[in-house]
């Protein structure tokens, strides 16, 4: 089968570093990526592994281990407008398969 | 570019009204999705197309009907409208299908009573 895990739920501080992990199992995958929404909004792309090792772009982060199944988003600097939520998905087969998202909230 | 856009941004039905969800991009894409977002969850997959005149489903298509007789647009049709189709649903395409970045429209929130 195939199956996609996330925390649920994660706080932090502005200016922290935060690492929101990510497993997966699959008997296909193509890639890994991550997605932002906002409370209201449609997600946006963030980030994208299909090797294993790190990826970064700027505050963010995102890397990747395929034989473990695992991947993490890290984010720098954090920033009260990183308060969202994180959402990871799987390739496989031209389709993409997501987690239930992690919802990130930022305190001052 | 407008990228993807849904039509409407909200709407209420009566448990049994049918009504179609229109999505459309102007991106020449030929990969087109629909999902469904319950409350704290979660992208479910309901029907994808590849390409014009191609349609197949995902996770979750009880319930659903789909078409795509242009690459532009992928409307999607509910029958029989049950409390339990409730949701935000998004549509999204992409150039080609694995493994690319999804683009999404900002969604059309339903509510069946």
């Known amino acids: 089968g195939q199956n996609i895990d996330q925390p649920t739920e994660m706080t932090a501080t502005e200016g922290a570093i935060v690492q929101i992990n990510c497993t997966y199992q699959?008997?296909?995958?193509?890639?890994l990526f991550w997605y932002q929404q906002h409370a209201g909004e449609a997600p946006t792309f963030l980030s994208y592994?299909?090797?294993?090792g790190l990826e970064e772009k700027g505050r963010f982060s995102s890397f990747l281990s395929r034989s473990k199944g695992y991947s993490y988003l890290l984010l720098k600097e954090l920033q009260m407008k990183d308060s969202a939520s994180y959402l990871c998905a799987f390739s496989r087969s031209d389709k993409l398969i997501f987690g239930t998202g992690t919802r990130l909230q930022v305190f001052p | 570019n407008a990228g993807v856009t849904q039509t409407p941004k909200f709407r209420i039905l009566k448990i049994g009204q049918s009504m179609t969800l229109q999505c459309t991009q102007d991106m020449n894409h030929n990969y087109m999705y629909w999902y469904r977002q319950d409350p704290g969850m979660g992208l479910k997959l309901i029907y994808y197309s590849v390409g014009a005149g191609i349609t197949d489903k995902g996770e979750v298509p009880n319930g659903y009907n789909v078409s795509r007789s242009t690459t532009e647009d992928f409307p999607l049709r509910l029958e029989l409208a049950a409390p339990s189709q409730t949701s935000v649903y998004f549509c999204a395409s992409t150039l080609q299908g694995n493994p690319t970045e999804q683009y999404f429209g900002p969604g059309t929130r339903l509510t069946v009573t």
């Open positions: 592994n299909v090797l294993d």
């Open positions: 699959t008997s296909g995958f193509n890639g």
